[in-house]
C-alpha cells in the first residue's frame, strides 16, 4: 500500500506530461504519397482505403501539390516552364475532367489513448474530394472549393493497430474553362471559387490540369477533449506613435473557439502568458459545443511596435494559448502577433485614401504580386526569398491579386519578418466576372456578373480565410476583387457580416481600382499603363492620385534567358527594321512585352545577350523614374503607387524584378534605388534637385551633393549644400537645368546626386546617365575600357564583403552586374542578396557591396562582376 501511495503521484505526472505531449502533438503528411488516374482504379474508396489493398504500380505522388507537378516529377510530362514544352501536355479542356481526376493514397501510424481526439486537416485541395480512412468515408457532405480548410475528427476511425491508410479522390473544378487566348480563357473558369489565371492570361499560359490535387498542406492534430481553434488577437494602438520610442500602453484583445466533442459538459480555462502576466477566462462548454470565448483585455506596458519597412522595426510577440481541463492541457495554440494598428483617411487634396500605421502616414510604394508557383509549389524557403526581395527594394506593400488566391501563412509570415503591409484581395477580376464586353467570353456580361454558381460557398470561403490570415500585423486590407466588385450578396455579406464579425479592423475596399481608393478623374479603368513609357512621364503627367496597377518591362539578362529559351530561340525577339514586330514564337508564347525602340539609343542589338544587356539600362531607367516620379509629387498628386507586377510565377517575359528562378534584374535594383527612405533625385524633366525623406523624422544637416562626370570621367561639382527636411516629405531644393543641358549637350554625361549625413557617410547614392542633346546615348557608346580592382572576403556565415575599386587614371566603370556563381558549374547561385547591384564607380572611387547566399558554405563559390565598359572578371572569394 506504501509502494501504491509512493508512485501515485509519478504516475500522475506522468499522465499530466503525456497529455501535454499529446495537445502539441501536429505532423504533416507530405511524405510517401502515392496516386492513380480514376480510369485506371477498378476499386472504389472504401477498397482503396483498406491497408490490404495492394497499390501495385501505383506512382509516388507530391503532396503538398498538384497532378501536375506529381506527373513531371515522375518524368510524364515536359517542364512546362521551357520553350513550347506546355504545347505537349494536353489540356483538361480537350481531354474532359476524368483525365486529371487521381486517386491520392497516403499510409501513417497513429492510434489514441482515453480522452485523446485525432484530427485530420486539409488546408486545401482542387477542387472537391471523397475522402476514406480505412475503409471508412471521412466526408459525409462534399468537401468542395479550392480555399476551404477542412478538418476531421477521425478519432473513431483509426485502425486498432495503428497502421492506418487515407485515400483521396481529387476532383478537377467543375467548369475548367476553354484556353481561347482570353483573359481567363472564355471567362468559365469563374464559375467555381479558385483560381482564375488558370485558364491563361496576358502573363502566362493555361495551366493544364487547372491546379488539379491536394495542393495545401495535410496534417494530424492530436488534442485532449477541447478542441483550441481559430485564435484571434487584435492591438488597439491609439494616438500618435514614434518609432523606437518608449511608448504609452497598447491593448490586446484575445479570442478563440472552443470545441467540446464529448456528450457532457465540461468546464476549464482559457489563458495565455504575456509579460510575465497571466491573462486567464473560465469557461464551461455545453455538451458537443463551439463556443467564442473572449478573454479579459490586456494593457501591455510600452509595447514594442511593429512597423512597415523602412520606418522602424517589425517586433513580434508570441503567445501560448491553452485550454486546461482537470489540471490537463487539452488543446492549445502558438501565435506570433505584431502590436500595431492600421489606420485609413481620405485626403481631401489627393482625393484619394491616405493609409497610417500607429497614427503615422505612410506613403505607400507597393508591388502586385500573382501567385509565387503557378503548379503552386510553395515553400517557406521561397516565400522568404522572395518577400526579402520586396523588402530590398525599399517597398512597403505588396497587393494579393484577385485572380489567384489567398496567400498562405508562410508568405504572411514572410511579409511579418519583412515589414511588408498586404492588401489582400478576393477571387474575382473584371476580365472574368463581367465587367467589359469580352468576345472571348462564352457568357454575356448579365451571366458572368453573377459567378460564381455558389454564392455560399464563396463567403464561407472568405470567412474561412478571414479567421486563417487575421493574426498577422502584415495583413493590412481586404479588397473585394480586381477590378471588380463581387454580386451584390456577397458583397453585402463581406462588409455586413463576415468581416465586422471576424475582423472589423482593416479596411475593406470594394474592388481594387475603386473611387473609394483612388479618385478616378481620368476615365478608363483607373489603373495601367502597364508598358514602357518615357522617363518625363512619371514626373510630369499626373495620374490617379493612388494608383493600383501601373507598370512597365522586365526581361532577364541573357543568363537568365537561356534557363528557358531553347538554344535556336536565343535570338533578338523582334524585327529591328523600325517595325519592332515580335518575330520569335518562343518570346510571344512567353509573353514578351515590347520595348519599342527604348534599346535604339544605346546601339542597335547585335545579339540576344546584347539585346538583353541593353534592356537592363532600360530596365533600370523605367523604375527608378517611375517610383521617383510619384514619390516627387507624395501627399500633393499621390498618396501612393502600387507597380504591376513585381514578379512571375511562370517563365513570362514581362513585368518583374526577377525571374521565376530568383534571379533579379536591373529592375530590382533601379527600384531600391529610387525608393531609398532618405533619396536624393533629378527631376528630368524640369531639371530640378530634390530630395524625399520617408523618414518620420526631420532630418536637420544633410548635405547634398551633385557631381557631373563626362565620358572621359572628368568631375566637375555642380554644388554642395546643407539640407533641413520635413518629416515624410519631398523638398525641392534648386533646378539645375540649364547646366546639365549645356553639358550633356554634345554626348551626354554623367549624374551623381548624394546625400551624406555631418560625419559624411553617404546615405543616398543616385548615378544618372543622361543623352546627348539627340537623346542618343553617344558617348556611352565611345567609352573607354575601365577595368576595376576587387577584392572579395567572407565577413560572417553565408556573406560575402566585396570591395571594388576603380582607379584614378580610369573613366567610369559603368553598369556593372555582380553574381554569385558556382565554380564547378558556372552557374549563379540564386537566390542571391546584394546590397547593391548594377553599381558605377567615378575615378577614384571605392565601394564595398555585401553579398549574401544562405548556403555559402556548402558550394564552392566565386564572384563574378563585369559592365557595360569593364570586362568581366572572377573573384576567387578568401
Avoid at 74 to 90: A, L, R, S, W
Avoid at 497 to 524: A, C, H, Q
Wanted: net charge negative; hydrophobic share 35%.
Amino acid at each position: 500500500m506504501k509502494t501504491i501511495r509512493l508512485y501515485l503521484p509519478i504516475l500522475l505526472l506522468l499522465l499530466f506530461i503525456s497529455s501535454l505531449c499529446h495537445a502539441q502533438d501536429r505532423y504533416e503528411l507530405n511524405t510517401d504519397w502515392y496516386c492513380q488516374p480514376i480510369d485506371d482504379t477498378q476499386a472504389d474508396g472504401h477498397a482503396l482505403s483498406n491497408p490490404s489493398y495492394p497499390l501495385t504500380g501505383w506512382m509516388p505522388a507530391t503532396v503538398p501539390g498538384t497532378v501536375l507537378t506529381t506527373l513531371l516529377n515522375n518524368g510524364k510530362v515536359p517542364d512546362p516552364f521551357y520553350g513550347m514544352n506546355n504545347e505537349k501536355i494536353k489540356d483538361i479542356y480537350d481531354t474532359g475532367r476524368e483525365y486529371y481526376t487521381y486517386w491520392f493514397v497516403k499510409e501513417f501510424e497513429e492510434s489514441a489513448t482515453d480522452g485523446e481526439q485525432v484530427w485530420l486537416n486539409f488546408r486545401g485541395i482542387n477542387y472537391s474530394a471523397d475522402i476514406f480512412l480505412n475503409g471508412q468515408k471521412v466526408n459525409q457532405t462534399p468537401f468542395k472549393g479550392m480555399y476551404l480548410r477542412k478538418q476531421y475528427n477521425i478519432t473513431k476511425l483509426l485502425a486498432k493497430n495503428g497502421k492506418n491508410r487515407l485515400a483521396v479522390l481529387v476532383h478537377p473544378a467543375d467548369h475548367v474553362g476553354n484556353p481561347n487566348g482570353g483573359q481567363g480563357g472564355d471567362g468559365t473558369i469563374a464559375k467555381g471559387v479558385a483560381l482564375q489565371y488558370t485558364a491563361g492570361w496576358d502573363w502566362i499560359q493555361p495551366v493544364r490540369d487547372r491546379n488539379t490535387g491536394i495542393w495545401d498542406k495535410v496534417f494530424i492534430e492530436k488534442t485532449g477533449t477541447v478542441n483550441l481553434k481559430h485564435p484571434h488577437i487584435v492591438t488597439l494602438v491609439p494616438g500618435t506613435r514614434i518609432p523606437g520610442a518608449s511608448q504609452e500602453p497598447a491593448t490586446l484583445k484575445v479570442s478563440a473557439e472552443l470545441q467540446n466533442v464529448l456528450d457532457h459538459s465540461i468546464s476549464g480555462t482559457l489563458q495565455y502568458t504575456l509579460a510575465g502576466k497571466t491573462i486567464s477566462q473560465k469557461v464551461t462548454l455545453k455538451p458537443q459545443e463551439t463556443a467564442e470565448v473572449a478573454l479579459p483585455d490586456f494593457t501591455l506596458q510600452n509595447p514594442k511596435l511593429w512597423w512597415p519597412n523602412g520606418y522602424g522595426e517589425q517586433h513580434l510577440y508570441a503567445i501560448d494559448l491553452q485550454f486546461t481541463a482537470d489540471g490537463a492541457v487539452s488543446d492549445r495554440e502558438k501565435i506570433t502577433f505584431g502590436v500595431r494598428e492600421i489606420q485609413t483617411t481620405w485626403n481631401s487634396h489627393t482625393r484619394s485614401k491616405e493609409i497610417a500605421v500607429n497614427g503615422q502616414k505612410i506613403f505607400i510604394k507597393g508591388g502586385n504580386w500573382i501567385i509565387s508557383d503557378a503548379m503552386l509549389r510553395f515553400s517557406k524557403a521561397r516565400y522568404d526569398a522572395e518577400i526579402r526581395f520586396h523588402r530590398d527594394m525599399n517597398l512597403n506593400l505588396i497587393r494579393i491579386w484577385g485572380g489567384a488566391l489567398p496567400e498562405r501563412p508562410e508568405f504572411y509570415e514572410a511579409c511579418d519578418r519583412y515589414g511588408m503591409l498586404v492588401i489582400q484581395d478576393f477571387w474575382m477580376s473584371g476580365d472574368c466576372n463581367g465587367r467589359w464586353l469580352d468576345p472571348k467570353k462564352k457568357d454575356d456580361q448579365w451571366t458572368r456578373r453573377q459567378y460564381p454558381d455558389d454564392h455560399g460557398l464563396f463567403i464561407e470561403s472568405a470567412a474561412d480565410v478571414v479567421k486563417m490570415l487575421r493574426n498577422h500585423p502584415s495583413l493590412a486590407m481586404w479588397c473585394g476583387g480586381n477590378e471588380i466588385t463581387p454580386p451584390a450578396d456577397i458583397l453585402k455579406a463581406l462588409k455586413e457580416d463576415v468581416l465586422p464579425k471576424l475582423d472589423g479592423t482593416r479596411w475593406f475596399i470594394d474592388y481594387s481600382n475603386s473611387d473609394e481608393m483612388s479618385y478616378n478623374f481620368k476615365g478608363g479603368n483607373g489603373d495601367g499603363p502597364y508598358g514602357i513609357q518615357d522617363i518625363s512621364t512619371f514626373w510630369a503627367e499626373k495620374t490617379w492620385p493612388f494608383n493600383s496597377e501601373v507598370g512597365s518591362v522586365g526581361t532577364g539578362d541573357a543568363t537568365s534567358l537561356k534557363r528557358f529559351l531553347p538554344e535556336e530561340n536565343q535570338v533578338i525577339p523582334v524585327e529591328m527594321d523600325g517595325t519592332e514586330k515580335v518575330r520569335d514564337e518562343v518570346w510571344s508564347y512567353h509573353k514578351y512585352i515590347d520595348y519599342g525602340n527604348a534599346l535604339e539609343p544605346y546601339g542597335s542589338p547585335e545579339d540576344m545577350e546584347d539585346f538583353a544587356a541593353k534592356a537592363q539600362l532600360v530596365n533600370y531607367n523605367q523604375y527608378r523614374g517611375l517610383i521617383e516620379g510619384f514619390t516627387a509629387h507624395m501627399w500633393d498628386w499621390y498618396t501612393g503607387v502600387i507597380i504591376w507586377k513585381t514578379q512571375n510565377p511562370w517563365t513570362s517575359l514581362r513585368g518583374q524584378m526577377y525571374d521565376y528562378y530568383l534571379d533579379p534584374n536591373a529592375s530590382l535594383y533601379g527600384l531600391r534605388n529610387g525608393s531609398e527612405v532618405l533619396h536624393g533625385m533629378y527631376d528630368p524633366v524640369k531639371g530640378n534637385i530634390m530630395i524625399a525623406n520617408n523618414t518620420f523624422d526631420q532630418q536637420h544637416d544633410i548635405m547634398l551633393r551633385v557631381t557631373a562626370y563626362d565620358m572621359q570621367g572628368n568631375d566637375q561639382q555642380l554644388t554642395q549644400v546643407f539640407c533641413y527636411l520635413e518629416p515624410t516629405s519631398i523638398r525641392l531644393i534648386m533646378s539645375l537645368q540649364e547646366r546639365i543641358k549645356a553639358l550633356s549637350a554634345d554626348e551626354g554625361m554623367f549624374l551623381s546626386v548624394q546625400l551624406l549625413n555631418t560625419d559624411q557617410k553617404i546615405l543616398s547614392d543616385n548615378f544618372y546617365w543622361l543623352p546627348d542633346a539627340n537623346g542618343n546615348y553617344s558617348g556611352l557608346q565611345r567609352m573607354e575600357k575601365a577595368n576595376i580592382q576587387a577584392t572579395a572576403t567572407q565577413s560572417a556565415p553565408g556573406e560575402v564583403s566585396l570591395k571594388l575599386t576603380n582607379p584614378s587614371g580610369n573613366t567610369v566603370s559603368f553598369f556593372n552586374r555582380i553574381s554569385l556563381v558556382d565554380t564547378e558549374s558556372g552557374e549563379r547561385l540564386l537566390p542571391t542578396f546584394f546590397s547593391d547591384n548594377y553599381v558605377s564607380l567615378t575615378p577614384g572611387e571605392e565601394k564595398v557591396v555585401t553579398v549574401s547566399y544562405a548556403d555559402l558554405d556548402k558550394n564552392s563559390a566565386a564572384i563574378e562582376i563585369g559592365g557595360w565598359n569593364t570586362p568581366l572578371q572572377t573573384i576567387t572569394i578568401e
